[in-house]
T-cell receptor, first 114, second 116 residues
Framework: AQSVTQPDIHITVSEGASLELRCNYS??????LFWYVQSPGQGLQLLLK??????LVQGIKGFEAEFKRSQSSFNLRKPSVHWSDAAEYFC????????????FGSGTRLSIRP | DTAVSQTPKYLVTQMGNDKSIKCEQN?????MYWYKQDSKKFLKIMFS???????INETVPNRFSPKSPDKAHLNLHINSLELGDSAVYFC???????????????FGNGTRLTVT
């Protein structure tokens, strides 16, 4: 079945440490890929997106993501996290053949240790 | 500011009541959506409208009725509210009918509905 998996429910990292949030998808062809961030009490904000081209994508707030076709992954990274990065992060996929249906992962909650 | 704005931010009401949530976007987008986020943060599409026309209507109880007076507005009316309707409801928009790399979703800040 088509799906988006974020295997980590909750991650805690120290301020200044690096971060990687995992996202795997299972679709036949490369879908449109997105990462969104949801701060407490806020809506979802688009961090970055990918469809084709350079597999390393730069986004806002210092985030980047790397697409790996062989692993069906689109992991989100940040070299040095700030306390303000504490939020819920959602990976999302739009299958190329079904472009009205965006499928969200279950989210990863990021906590920052002072 | 250009944005998707929805009101109210919080809505507390009793079972059986009827309530509405309003959404407006000034991004010039053609398509608007309602999503429901449950207590486990799971996001699910409810409806989408393109230029006032309903294009997605997921399996949602008939008590939920969207209304789009124009392409910049999409309201959600809920009749006979039930405890299970408690959730955060997000309005969103995209500039094209299809969500894609060039037409990602833009979200409002959500309406937290609590039914007691």
């Amino acid at each position: 079945a088509q799906s988006v998996t974020q295997p980590d429910i909750h991650i805690t990292v120290s301020e200044g440490a690096s971060l990687e949030l995992r996202c795997n998808y299972s679709y036949g062809a490369t879908p449109y890929l997105f990462w969104y961030v949801q701060s407490p009490g806020q809506g979802l904000q688009l961090l970055l997106k990918y469809f084709s081209g350079d597999t390393l994508v730069q986004g806002i707030k210092g985030f980047e993501a790397e697409f790996k076709r062989s692993q069906s992954s689109f992991n989100l990274r940040k070299p040095s996290v700030h306390w303000s990065d504490a939020a819920e992060y959602f990976c999302a996929v739009v299958p190329y053949s079904s472009a009205s249906k965006i499928i969200f992962g279950s989210g990863t909650r990021l906590s920052i240790r002072p | 500011d250009t944005a998707v704005s929805q009101t109210p931010k919080y809505l507390v009401t009793q079972m059986g009541n009827d309530k509405s949530i309003k959404c407006e976007q000034n991004l010039g987008h053609d398509t608007m959506y309602w999503y429901k986020q449950d207590s486990k943060k799971f996001l699910k599409i409810m409806f989408s409208y393109n230029n006032k026309e309903l294009i997605i209507n997921e399996t949602v109880p008939n008590r939920f009725s969207p209304k789009s007076p124009d392409k910049a507005h999409l309201n959600l009316h809920i009749n006979s509210l039930e405890l299970g309707d408690s959730a955060v409801y997000f309005c969103a928009s995209s500039n094209l009918t299809s969500i894609s790399y060039n037409s990602p979703l833009h979200f409002g800040n959500g309406t937290r509905l609590t039914v007691t």
